[in-house]
């Protein structure tokens, strides 16, 4: 192979290189907002030339391919894909401009380690790459790194950077003093008006078969439909007991209210506090939150009880998540005429979480284990229960939320009037759509139905609610 033809072989490598690296950053200016626009381009040492011109022609051209191939999937945001052919090109020939595809593919995929060690390998060939060192600052800021992302962002900042990247600048740096602060809170608000098709979960009106005869329920125990005033209020504070994550500390607050307009004896109200430890690193998050809550029914306290709700979570990378609760609770009630009712409950679940689209799209799948321990067997239950969610926000500040969820109850004892034992099935779904406006208020409309079937068949009830709130988020 003649020198020539090395040399040629080169420069076409190497321009190839160049316009790909200039095609993808004006491809990147265009589809999503970047913090520099003029980044800095090719810069090759001595190793990669002498290495390309070691090469034959047949491999030169099968690396100007993959180049070419890598380029394209870089572009189409494939980065998983893209990331091992750049790391194939950079065992033969790193250049500059390819350790940045490397740690950009290797950022978006959640490779955060392969990420600084190319973005500092460029900062020491060149200090001067601002728009490097602004992608490793964004690196350490997602790995919750907040003060060595700090001391990159400042760097950046002393260069003097156009007042575009400034602003970028600014609002990270305000960022990151957001999340090393020591007390986080936030406290929503709702007033509503709900249609409620039926109030009490009754059956409908009519006659249905048991032992010995035939029951008709009182109108007070049939459907019934009712407006009501629903009124919410949600917050909590987040301590930091560490420097920056680790150890939290949390105690939150729940306050729920529905009153009905026409018939007041099925009025809710519940209050809950709960608090407990947080541990939360980089891909886990653990939660052992313990509280009390207090129920009204009517005019008259219902019941309150303790309970015990300990989460665990871990991230797998930016696409997946794995979640598992648990649930104790030991539920006591005032009157006499309910204490058949007292019980113990014991709930177990897993929740397997998808992110797509850079989170903006949210798929969650659940399946889990319910069991109520009551005073009285003819309420004590256990069952599985399974269900699928979706979540996803636009840039419009519109969330919409669905959800779907089956359940099954098998009772210990027959009810009474039935000679069989009893076994429900449930079917429910959700859906909510919310729109913010005028910064921190938001208005939301809720839809639920259920469907429960019974084999004994004075269980069975649909029931439909509309709920229309408006709220203000602190």
């Known amino acids: 192979m003649s020198l020539k033809f090395k040399l040629t072989s080169l420069f076409v490598f190497l321009v190839l290189s160049f316009f790909a690296q200039v095609f993808i950053i004006g491809a990147m200016a265009a589809d999503e907002p970047t913090l520099s626009d003029k980044p800095d381009l090719n810069i090759v040492d001595k190793q990669v030339a002498q290495n390309l011109s070691k090469m034959t022609p047949e491999e030169i051209k099968d690396l ?14 494939d980065f998983a894909r893209a990331l091992p052919i750049f790391k194939e090109i950079a065992s033969k020939a790193e250049t500059l401009d390819i350790m940045f595809w490397i740690g950009t593919s290797a950022m978006k995929t959640g490779d955060n380690k392969l990420a600084i060690e190319k973005f500092k390998k460029m900062l020491s060939v060149n200090p001067q790459l601002q728009r490097v060192r602004l992608e490793l600052a964004a690196t350490y800021f997602s790995m919750e790194r907040y003060d060595e992302a700090r001391n990159e962002l400042n760097k950046v900042m002393e260069s003097n950077p156009p007042p575009s990247v400034k602003a970028n600048i600014v609002k990270m740096l305000a960022d990151i003093e957001q999340k090393g602060k020591k007390f986080l809170w936030n406290l929503r608000l709702s007033q509503g008006i709900m249609w409620d098709s039926n109030i009490n979960s009754g059956p409908e009106m009519g006659n249905y078969s048991v032992s010995g005869g035939v029951l008709r329920p009182s109108k007070t125990n049939a459907e019934e439909e009712d407006e009501a005033s629903v009124t919410s209020i949600a917050g909590n504070i987040l301590y930091d ?3 920056s994550k680790g150890l939290m500390w949390n105690t939150g607050l729940t306050f729920y209210n529905k009153a009905y307009f026409d018939h007041s004896r099925f009025n809710f109200l519940s209050v809950d506090v709960n608090t407990g430890p947080w541990w939360v690193i980089q891909k886990d998050i653990f939660k052992l939150p313990a ?7 009517g005019n008259d306290r219902l019941s309150y009880l303790y309970h015990i709700d300990p989460e665990y979570e871990h991230f ?16 006591n009630f005032y009157s006499t005429t309910r204490s058949g009712l007292d019980n113990e409950r014991f709930r177990c679940e897993l929740e397997p979480t998808f992110y797509f689209y850079e989170r903006k799209h949210i798929v969650s799948l659940k399946t889990g284990y319910d069991y109520l ?4 067997d003819r309420y004590t239950y256990d069952g ?15 969330e919409f939320f669905l959800q779907y969820l089956w359940a099954k109850k098998d009772y210990n004892e027959k009810p009474v009037l039935y000679n069989n034992g009893r076994e429900d099935k449930r079917n429910n779904v959700t859906a909510v759509i919310s729109q913010g406006f005028c910064k921190n208020f938001y208005a939301s409309l809720a839809f639920s139905y259920t469907d429960n079937d019974s084999n004994a068949d004075i269980f069975d009830y649909k029931r439909t609610t509309y709920t229309f709130n408006v709220g203000y988020r602190f």
């Open 64 to 77: 100007d391919k993959k180049l070419a191939d890598a380029v394209v999937l870089y572009y189409d945001r």
């Open 241 to 243: 007991i560490g420097d």
């Open 384 to 398: 599985p229960y399974i269900g699928i969610s979706y979540f996803t926000k636009f840039q419009t500040n519109t």
């Open 291 to 297: 509280g009390f809550t207090q129920m009204d029914f």
């Open 373 to 376: 321990d009551s005073d009285d």
């Open 316 to 331: 797998f990378n930016k696409y997946f998540s794995l979640k598992g609760l648990g649930s104790y609770s030991n539920e």
